[in-house]
């Protein structure tokens, strides 16, 4: 019965057609059929993964399993893993009538972006040109996970207020984008961005930004209602910032190099993240009035240490200099919160739910312009000759790159990864706008009623009113009349 | 107050007994004594977990501390508990009002099946006949938690309509019962099943659902207004999902051989979660007026990948062939929740909380199928020879196996596996029918009223509702008032 | 709006002053900056996270990456930081209002914890006389996590009772005070205790009780109605108990000796836990009415087994003597909810709100003197020659100390561990007097309303009360006329 309001809300409100019982099915079938062909030409096992492995290790007299990759990186795998599906999932459980469509299309997009990176990646970094074969291994899915995470950060910019048609068609396209402006950063400039401050951060909040300025609501306070928090909602987006926040170091530390590499990229963003979340505390008792804190704050800002390291967190940066980089990143964000995002709206005509400016593309744009410093001032008594080339990975034909010249590569990466996420983004925007992709009306985002079947809560049921009042009348019948049964 | 209605409901309107202040104590009082005295006979640490481990490293010329298996498996096994203890425990919370019970009955018969477990399976694997000792180590206690894992599927079976101690005894027979089918499936026919599809499973799922149709409740839909979930509820059966989801890999790499063997098991299963993300999606839409998404179906169908799985991963079968198998499960699961649950409960009398016959029992058989049509199929060009003798551990009295042979005996081992689990659930559904253990009315399931202290809820308490009314009241007076104080 | 009620009812009402705009900010710039002058005056990486690693590895011997201790330890340093975060915080989620409390300033104290702990517990066991600089690795992360859970679990008894900046000078001299101790046991006296039942448990439990035992409030009542659970803030709670016990093998093994020291802790500890659990239902049900089960017993008793394990998990200690410590500590815990607690709060005025005497205080007691015995019986039969000194590291100047003169001091270690609890707490308590903190009201505590902005909820709010009632009367009409739209 409460279908039949919802229904008739639907024909007579809002002028927008938000079916997509065709739409959506056909995309993901569609989508996962061409996902199972391309796998089925391109992709393979590599040969730590392959069964030959066995040979493999006898020729290339690997002492032991364990140097399998599988042992270095899986662990780190299984952290971003997390983060990426209940991380990025729960954080955008905190508006009060949105959380399934929080972590369910997260869950959703996120399934379908990695089958497509590990496509798109394997093209640009690991075909082999005799076979035309990509082969993969943890690393992959590691990288394939990354890649998603670009447009899961986007999403923070549109959650409820797009169709889950559409955010697939975010996804194919922000995977696509990121795997180019991959190539371009990491092959091509040869920038070194292990936990993606540049690639994966910058470019996914700007390239959601970008889609949400084109898709601009001007009558979107009509949901106005919906756009807050209830107080379990808020509890839940805890568990989102939670998960990041702890395996934030994982995240930063899950490509680098074996060894020092992955050691000191996991303390520095430790450090880096601890750092922001005084500041973020700090910033946002000062704002607000008696000096209570804003849960907003505590749930964002607090991760902006951790996006700011993900360049520089493989670098000497020393464990003072990543407190710093902490420091600051946490009070430029939660300023964000409390200024940037309302004047985007307001005067850029920029709606932003999640504040992804302040969380991802900021810090973001930050740590790369972080990383590209931190590399020109490398020296080589810190890291030593062996050191300084591995981690800068001059090696070939950038043999003779110098570090000032590596900072301009890292400073340029950063503005082409901004680059690509605006225009791309503004590109997907107009795609978006098709009327064709079953996106809600303004006075109806932000609420799982459009593409869900929520449960009907106990208190709406007119019959468990009944109940609930029943007993309610028993009870006070039974108190008044003293009655002591339970005492037995 | 509120325990008096309880109290004269229980009395009045309920015939069935469910005071279990003798019962649970008891039980779990001397089953954990039984354990402690078996662990003092039976079990001691092996020869990686002892303190005689230097010794052994020198006299095994084993070079170094990070070849003790510990390092090889204990990121998995941290991984399988998650999933056992948060990923079984939430996914059952989904129920409006059996929370407390789907976290914490799954908590206790889990810490119990543990215990049971090392013993049973030490007792058929890893009994040295000399020394009459079992001997333990992180490999025993992975394999501990799989053993549990089949006693928690049926108690998914169940949720809602047992007591706690009948799942304790479902949890000793299932863990029993286990050790068996799987000393027979794995040790005489040689089977290999490292996720467990067939011995965790299809023996798990048609465990419980053959207890559930012994234990048939014609009046249930007496308790129909709580056999449902609240939108929060939903949320947090999400942890659960995701969790299963996130690990499964893990799961299904837990125990395979090191190096290769591990690192393909953990790509294929991601591979085939992924997509039966997509297909559910598909299918749940399609099935809905407007598209709309069911939360029952990606809470569970989303896994239907992973358990069938179960059997191949550690196999070649390729990504490709990854993404085929999550396809059709993705599709038969989601099918199966629209349709077969349904009809089971009409017309074969079976009741399946959670819809245990779509998650595990039936893509768990297909899993064995599956695994038994790749094993047959393998091929020397594909494996190696080496590749093939490790994978299908082809060695001692099965050197001269033929991989034809090998997929008969998987897809035998399939059936014996849901033979154990018919009969095995039959017998120990007759047990349970003994009007001894304490369980709930036909219109008293799904409520942990039976068995919880539930804590009042403000809104039920006549005095907290006075205080709300009350500052409804204050607050209509002041903001009628203008006051600013807040101003300040 | 509601806000104004809010800000009258602490004007008028209260006669504390809860205002910490100016103190909280001020407390957390000027500790973070101190932090960032410290860290870049004393803190290095150490030589297996810094850049020359490849050349200290060539000198060294070292064949691979992977026997930098990374490998060895991150996976459980990131299981203990899930419990820090997730696990401690989750835990004090359960109060029906104070669960942004809860998880939010468990959140900030363990952020600023970490910090000040990497530098106290450096000056105390890794500065180099030569440099004058601290070098830290993961050994240090794990360290100065373990140093937080001192001053989280003191959180506990002063739950809803105290404001933030008290909270941080808790963890100020917490830290402090515990790397004292740690240095005093582990170093002075040469005592094992790697999951810290000394060290951390025992004094943080003692520390937490002698400040609330200072800081009693007579007049507390008046918050009782706020201290309680609801529903869902029970479920969550849940979340933090199982990633407290899941990850507790880690806890106790993350840094013991690598191979069979991490690899038997691990053991013992699950094998501890599991039996704790059966415990705890059996008491917590025997004590109830009709034999239900009580939450706050399931929630923390359940831990016990764990706590008591912490130094003793990585000796010879058996399996079916882990089961043993953790059959009694269950029972001990469940019985100190039941009957300590209460007592404690009427006879000794002190009130302790998660009760961190039953699950850390008292367990952790009994774990250090379970320490002590178990040393004291230890054999070179059973350890071996080399593993009795590997196990309590009888090199250099205690080469020659025998095994009952190692539990002599074990046993003494938990009295000083105590000591410095109590004492150290009593002073701390008494500088929290002080009237500048900004604690709340006796009749205001239990209350996210004090120190959070907390979203006003959808039923409290009278325009959404008419658009509920609204929907009803819709609902109704509809449902009158049987208009059935809904099919199309």
Request: glycine share 10%; with cysteine; hydrophobic share 45%.
């Amino acid at each position: 019965m409460g279908n039949c309001v919802d229904c008739l809300t639907n024909v007579f409100c809002h002028s927008k057609n938000t079916n997509i019982r065709v739409s959506l099915p056909a995309v993901c079938f569609v989508w996962q059929i061409a996902m199972i062909i391309l796998f089925g030409v391109f992709i393979r096992y590599d040969e730590e993964s392959d069964a030959h492995w066995v040979e493999f290790r006898r020729e290339n007299n690997i002492t032991s399993d364990i140097e399998n990759d599988f042992y270095f990186r899986y662990p780190s795998f299984q952290d971003v893993h997390v983060m990426i599906f209940v991380g990025f999932g729960f954080l955008m459980t905190f508006l009060k009538r949105y959380s399934f469509g929080g972590v369910g299309f997260n869950f959703l997009i996120a399934a379908f972006g990695l089958q497509w990176a590990l496509l798109m990646q394997g093209w640009f970094h690991a075909l082999n040109p005799e076979t035309g074969k990509i082969t993969i291994g943890v690393e992959s899915l590691i990288n394939a996970d990354f890649c998603c995470a670009g447009s899961l950060i986007a999403y923070g910019a549109l959650l409820g207020k797009v169709s889950p048609v559409q955010l697939l068609v975010v996804t194919l396209f922000g995977v696509t984008l990121f795997a180019v402006e991959e190539y371009i950063i990491l092959d091509l400039l040869h920038c070194r961005d292990a936990g993606g401050s540049m690639v994966i951060h910058a470019f996914g909040g700007y390239y959601g930004l970008a889609i949400s300025w084109v898709l601009y609501r001007p009558n979107l306070h009509q949901s106005k209602r919906l756009n807050g928090s209830v107080y379990h909602s808020d509890v839940f987006a805890m568990i989102g910032t939670l998960f990041l926040w702890m395996f934030w170091p994982s995240f930063n530390s899950a490509i680098t190099d074996h060894g020092d590499g992955q050691h000191r990229a996991a303390i520095n963003t430790y450090l880096a993240l601890a750092s922001s979340v005084l500041t973020t505390v700090a910033i946002s008792s000062m704002s607000q009035k008696r000096g209570k804190l804003d849960m907003v704050h505590i749930q964002n800002a607090t991760l902006a240490g951790g996006v700011a390291m993900g360049t520089a967190a493989e670098f000497m940066i020393t464990p003072y200099g990543s407190l710093i980089v902490g420091f600051c990143t946490g009070i430029i964000s939660t300023f964000g919160y409390l200024f940037v995002t309302p004047f985007l709206e307001k005067h850029l005509k920029l709606q932003d739910t999640c504040g992804v400016h302040n969380l991802h593309a900021m810090p973001g744009m930050l740590g790369g312009f972080i990383g590209a410093i931190v590399a020109a001032a490398a020296d080589e008594s810190v890291y030593s000759r062996e050191g300084l080339i591995n981690t800068f990975d001059f090696e070939g034909e950038f043999a003779n790159r110098s570090v000032g010249t590596q900072g301009g590569f890292q400073a340029a990466g950063t503005c082409v990864a901004i680059a690509f996420g605006l225009v791309g983004g503004a590109i997907v925007g107009f795609i978006l706008r098709f009327p064709i992709w079953g996106d809600p009306a303004d006075d109806n985002c932000y609420d799982d009623e459009v593409y869900w079947e929520v449960p009907e809560d106990e208190e709406a049921i007119p019959p468990v009113l009944e109940y609930n009042n029943h007993m309610i009348h028993k009870h006070q019948d039974i108190s008044e009349s003293n009655f002591s049964v339970e005492q037995s």
